[in-house]
């Protein structure tokens, strides 16, 4: 196992996520406890000591199975991670209750890293008000050694990072972003990283498959990668990427069974980062699984300048873009939702203005009409 330098520690640079542990009658709420128990065991065995959870995980569950997990093994062998849900406005004012809560369910006395959870355009707000004193108990329960390090992680844009990070920055010792090969450029991954180098911040990665999306590729694509690099698998690719990123210290995986565990150890047995002429073919390569889905933007707002009802088109299309590239998932829907109606894509009136100065002759106005339709589910 490849290891990184945090502070005084050395952490396992796979670290294991249990957000997606295997589970029973493919109920997510029903975790296979001997079969997470079985992998966390193999995990131990080849020198993983990161592991990561969080109080929504499973439904609530993930927590509490992982301390009955942990419990069997010495304290000081391993590093937990957890963190305050905050992607939930109605647990503002409850941090206190809450990290006491997962402290019971984790049967710890203190947590390695404990993370400000899932900071984005919903919750920023509320994350800076001071009513709820977030930070200052969880700065708190650091100074207490309840807290041995306080961090963040991120779904937000590059400006709602910036905007926590001016706050609160002064305290926080790492940040967790989703970054991989595809989002270096589609979520601006890269601009994300220049800033938490401003803050000379290390890297915790999440996100590194895109959800399993970077495991297996399209024919054509495969081969590209398999002509510079004939026996390394597809999904080790994305973790290489991340190998050649210096302020990544710990890669998250959710792996949901034995067969990806014993995949992912294996890579990291060794560093084997890219070389520039890999990174470029395997940034190629996402380019051409964006242009496949996502609508050719390049935010030159001629389009806003035209706008009766004046909406941020470049913006939407980002969204549109995400959410057609994933599925739906949370990230697009969850950033609409906190715009008003009147900014929304339902408010377009599909008029045209905006398509008859559009450069790259995208018809906006059936976007907006389809990510509407999309977000609402009316057919």
């Not at 991340?242 to 990544?248: D, W, Y």
């Not at 014993?262 to 084997?272: M, V």
């Not at 929304?344 to 907006?368: L, N």
Request: charged content about 25%.
């Amino acid at each position: 196992m490849i290891y990184k330098d945090f502070e005084e520690l050395k952490l396992s640079a796979l670290g294991m996520g249990t957000m997606r542990l295997p589970v029973k009658e493919k109920n997510p709420g029903m975790i296979d406890e001997q079969a997470a128990a079985e992998m966390v065991e193999y995990a131990m065995a080849n020198g993983v000591n990161y592991y990561d959870t969080a109080w929504g995980y499973h439904d609530g569950n993930s927590e509490p199975v992982m301390g009955r997990i942990l419990k069997k093994y010495p304290r000081d062998s391993f590093y937990i991670a957890t963190k305050f849900p905050g992607y939930d406005l109605s647990n503002m004012p409850k941090v206190k209750e809450i990290f006491e809560k997962q402290l019971e369910r984790l049967q710890m006395e203190y947590f390695d890293f404990y993370l400000v959870h899932n900071v984005c355009e919903l919750n920023i707000d509320a994350y800076l008000d001071p009513q709820y004193g977030i930070y200052e108990y969880l700065v708190e329960q650091k100074k207490n050694g309840r807290i041995r390090h306080l961090g963040f992680s991120a779904h937000g844009s590059y400006d709602v990072m910036k905007r926590f990070l001016e706050v609160y920055g002064q305290e926080m010792e790492f940040c967790q972003i989703q970054l991989n090969y595809l989002d270096w450029s589609f979520q601006d991954a890269k601009g994300k990283l220049e800033l938490l180098r401003e803050y000379h911040l290390p890297v915790w990665v999440m996100e590194p498959l895109r959800g399993g999306k970077l495991a297996r590729l399209a024919p054509e694509n495969e081969a590209k990668l398999k002509v510079m690099r004939p026996d390394e698998g597809i999904p080790a690719w994305a973790f290489r990427f991340l190998q050649g990123i210096p302020e990544v210290k710990v890669t998250l995986s959710g792996m949901s069974d034995m067969e990806q565990l014993k995949d992912n150890i294996a890579t990291y047995h060794e560093e084997k980062p890219l070389t520039e002429a890999e990174k470029k073919t395997l940034l190629g390569v996402a380019d051409d699984m964006v242009q496949k889905i996502a609508l050719p933007c390049t935010a030159c707002r001629y389009c806003t300048t035209h706008c009766p009802k004046k909406l941020d088109i470049p913006q939407l299309l980002e969204l549109y873009n995400e959410y057609c590239f994933t599925g739906g998932g949370f990230l697009a829907p969850m950033r609409v939702g906190t715009m008003p109606e009147e900014k929304r894509p339902s408010a377009c009136i599909g008029c045209r203005s905006c398509e008859a100065v559009c450069p790259q002759q995208i018809k906006i106005s059936e976007a907006m009409a389809d990510f509407a339709q999309k977000l609402t589910g009316n057919p």
